[in-house]
């Protein structure tokens, strides 16, 4: 497995020893000395990782935080920041980046060769040719397709083998796919996801084969319509959804039921095509609850892919953003669903790394109130809850009633819940929020 990483060389000597190190674990290094070589080379194709060496001296540092600060292209993509006084002179930038790794000069190279390795986890792609995930959304074990989701930043990710629907007019479904994705590799690559979410969800609930087969086909297909409209494909459904973009991305998803209709003959999957286009103007379907219940299910997989996915790049707040919008919006009344879409992006925003070693200084006075707040809540729960009476579950597994038998904090000792607590959806909604900005434990013990 190999990751194109960007060397951002420095006025000093090239770090020799740390590309070597890069390149023993897989990566493949590109070098410029170039800030507008960076950015061209990232126009064409993002890399797994940007390395900024800024080791020279003061000024050279001082330079590339300013370059870095207004480049917005680059936000997305994990940067390590190698300077003197690293951390201090990026602390405001690396609250800009998704993940920023702050390495002061000089450096340790075993620490940093394995933090550069967890950022480039999920964002590692297989350059053998082979689809990086073989899973099919309808035997999934022990995950609910989150993870999948979450590192499914390019067409090699999927096998269409296990994408594509058990339709009678299986071929005919694939044609109109490569078309899609021909005319647009990131409409492809969203309609690939957006069908594993809702299939997956569609298996959890146990909705059956023939239901399956009608929502993966509504999935694959529903941006059919949006072919012609190009300012619709990245259109977030949450932020600055004004009526008049709501009017014409329904018009155009019913301009995809029609096609659907026309080119397979597939009168029930067109139909949960229209009633997603009738859902996103408010109206009501005149259809059976499952029939309700399937439009749902994809255009709800529509909205988390469209929120978490932003322009391509993953959205480490679009977790929690997509789970309020789930909650809080009327269109998603069906409880099961959201629930199960809870999991699918509680799972995602868990299996991304949280890499921030640039925070704010905490006290030794700050430390030590933490740890008493912390050892406090221990207590509480040891002489509350007996062992066998609780049971772990993975923090993505958390449903509203369960009760926390032990405290939940970071794992730099910071309390986040008390013992006792009762999960509900705000506090999932909180949890999913956390994620994206410190390193959480996997689980946490409720009462049975």
């Known amino acids: 497995m190999a990751h194109d990483v960007v060397y951002l060389r420095g006025r000093g000597e090239e770090m020799a020893d740390l590309l070597r190190a890069l390149e023993s674990h897989g990566c493949r290094i590109v ?42 292209e680059l936000f997305p993509i994990p940067t390590v920041f190698i300077g003197r006084r690293a951390n201090e002179r990026t602390r405001l930038l690396s ?30 792609a297989d350059l053998s040719g082979k689809p990086r995930f073989t899973a099919d959304p309808t035997q999934l074990d022990r995950t609910f397709g989150g993870s999948v989701f979450a ?44 069908t594993f979410v809702s299939s997956a969800v569609a298996n959890s609930l146990n909705f059956g084969a023939q239901r399956d087969t009608i929502i993966r086909t509504g999935s694959l297909l529903l941006n059919l319509g949006l072919q012609e409209e190009p300012a619709l494909v990245d259109l977030d459904l949450i932020r600055n959804f004004t009526p008049a973009n709501r009017e014409r991305l329904s018009a155009a998803l019913k301009k995809s039921a029609e096609m659907i209709g026309k080119h397979l003959n597939d009168d029930a999957a067109a139909q949960t095509v229209h009633n997603a286009a009738l859902l996103l103007r408010h109206d009501q379907a005149q259809s059976s609850s499952a029939a309700a219940q399937d439009a749902q299910c994809v255009l709800a997989s529509e909205l988390i892919d469209r929120t978490c996915w932003q322009g391509g790049f993953w959205d480490r707040s679009g977790p929690q953003r997509a789970f309020r919008a789930l909650r809080q919006n009327p269109l998603f009344s069906e409880v099961t669903i959201c629930s199960a879409m809870a999991r699918v992006l509680g799972e995602a925003a868990f299996s991304r790394p949280v890499i921030v070693t640039s925070a704010r200084i905490v006290s030794p006075e700050e430390k030590r109130q933490w740890r008493e707040a912390l050892e406090e809540a221990v207590d509480y729960a040891r002489s509350r809850y007996a062992i066998r009476d609780t049971r772990a579950v993975r923090l993505y597994e958390l449903l509203p009633g369960m009760r926390l038998a032990e405290p939940l904090a970071t794992v730099e ?27 959480l434990p996997e689980t946490v013990r409720v009462q049975r």
């Open 31 to 72: 070098s410029t000395r170039s800030f507008d070589k960076v950015m061209e080379m990232v126009a064409r194709k993002r890399p797994a990782a940007l390395i900024v060496d800024a080791s020279a001296s003061d000024a050279e540092a001082g330079e590339r935080v300013l370059d870095l600060s207004d480049a917005k």
């Open 95 to 124: 609250q800009r980046f998704q993940t920023f790794i702050a390495v002061d000069f000089p450096v340790q190279l075993d620490g940093l060769i394995s933090r550069v390795d967890k950022a480039l986890g999920p964002a590692a």
């Open 151 to 194: 590192a499914a930043d390019d067409l090699s990710a999927f096998d269409d083998n296990l994408i594509l629907p058990e339709h009678p007019q299986r071929e005919a479904v694939a044609d109109l796919l490569d078309a899609m994705t021909d005319r647009s590799a990131h409409l492809g690559l969203h309609a690939r996801r957006t």
């Open 413 to 439: 000792g910071r309390l986040i819940v008390p013992p006792g607590t009762v999960v509900d959806f705000d506090l999932i909604s909180r949890i999913l929020g956390l994620a994206a900005q410190w390193p």
